[in-house]
């Protein structure tokens, strides 16, 4: 079955950048979207179709996408940034959804 | 407003059976695929299964193909989840979720039902 790897943890100093990436065979042509979720609560598209950011999401989030690897990136993250941060895409059919294992992220 | 709400968790022992409901409001339901995505505690998202807005395509991750079987009524608005030879590792808040329109990432979610199996 199709996997998506996220790095389990990533951690930065307020103001700082962090980047977490998602790789899988299937990103050169599939796109990738990411969800930001907090502790008891329901997931929250951050960024869609690999860069594109939702209304109401703040400018820090951007997102990119080259070859079998997508990264968010969050520049200047801030406290209320700490969660855990899923990428998620399908496979090359586009029939079977999956996510990555989460990224916790420490501000 | 869109809203998802799921139902029919609970307590069950393996081998058991159980059945989750998903009522939605705020949109045309008919008109969107939806899907399940879980959660196991402490863990990370895990989807589960899918079905088109009339039902032709349903489609379902490995670890439940063959033990549940996802289902809608579009006259009633809702989702429905049937789950049998349930496993401790199927313990987990199962989420319904809309599919975004020609695309294929979940736009709304509901809070979650939990369901926990153990003897």
């Known amino acids: 079955s199709y996997e998506l790897t996220q790095p389990p943890s990533v951690s930065v100093s307020p103001g700082q950048t962090a980047r977490i990436t998602c790789s899988g065979d299937a990103l050169p042509k599939k796109y990738a979207y990411w969800y930001q979720q907090k502790s008891g609560q329901a997931p929250v598209l951050v960024i869609y179709e690999d860069s594109k950011r939702p209304s109401g999401i703040p400018e820090r989030f951007s997102g990119s996408s080259s070859g079998t690897v997508a990264t968010l990136t969050i520049s200047g993250a801030q406290v209320e940034d700490e969660a855990d941060y899923y990428c998620?895409?399908?496979?090359?059919?586009?029939?079977?959804?999956?996510f990555g294992g989460g990224t916790k992220l420490t501000v | 407003e869109v809203h998802l709400v799921e139902s029919g968790g609970g307590l069950v022992k393996p081998g058991g059976s159980l059945r989750l409901s998903c009522g939605a409001s705020g949109f045309i339901f008919s008109s969107y695929s939806m899907n399940w995505v879980r959660q196991a505690p402490g863990k990370g998202l895990e989807w589960v299964s899918s079905i088109s807005s009339t039902s032709d395509y349903i489609y379902y991750a490995d670890s439940v193909k063959g033990r549940f079987t996802i289902s809608r009524d579009n006259a009633k608005n809702s989702l429905y989840l049937q789950m049998n030879s349930l496993r401790a590792e199927d313990t987990a808040v199962y989420f319904c979720?809309?599919?975004?329109?020609?695309?294929?990432?979940?736009?709304?979610w509901g809070q979650g039902t939990l369901v926990t199996v153990s003897s």
């Open positions: 979720a809309r599919e975004s329109k020609g695309n294929y990432y979940f736009d709304y």
């Open positions: 998620y895409s399908t496979d090359s059919s586009g029939n079977y959804r999956v």
